[in-house]
Nanobody, 122 residues
Framework: QLQASGGGLVQAGGSLRLSCAASGGTFSSYSMGWFRQAPGKEREFVAAIRSSTGWALYADYVKGRFTISRDNAKNTIYLQMNSLKPEDTAVYYC?????????????????WGQGTLVTVSS
């Protein structure tokens, strides 16, 4: 199970840190990631991090502003979001898949958390 938290209301230019706590399975064996869905839009990839090396992949529209990280001792991943923009407003979903491969394709992930809402005001 994946439990996301940390969403909220923030002004443009501000920062938030999302967390996703995982339970069940061997956390270090799972690659993890974040997707988001804005109202009326398709769900889109944000970032992902490999299980083994911690190598990360980012969508172009968050690169340089967001940082994904993981703490295998706490079974938790994080998404540090800086320089937030109103277009970052969305429900953010934590995802996972077993193994080292990561992808920007939502079909690649078979575990999804319940989502946490991030609202960025202008």
């Amino acid at each position: 199970q994946l439990q996301a938290s940390g969403g909220g209301l923030v002004q443009a230019g501000g920062s938030l840190r999302l967390s996703c706590a995982a339970s069940g399975g061997t956390f270090s064996s799972y690659s993890m990631g974040w997707f988001r869905q804005a109202p009326g839009k398709e769900r889109e990839f944000v970032a992902a991090i490999r299980s083994s090396t911690g190598w990360a992949l980012y969508a172009d529209y968050v690169k340089g502003r967001f940082t994904i990280s993981r703490d295998n001792a706490k079974n938790t991943i994080y998404l540090q979001m800086n320089s937030l923009k109103p277009e970052d407003t969305a429900v953010y979903y934590c995802v996972s898949r077993w193994g080292t491969a990561i992808s920007d394709n939502r079909q690649a992930y078979n575990h999804w958390g319940q989502g946490t809402l991030v609202t960025v005001s202008s």
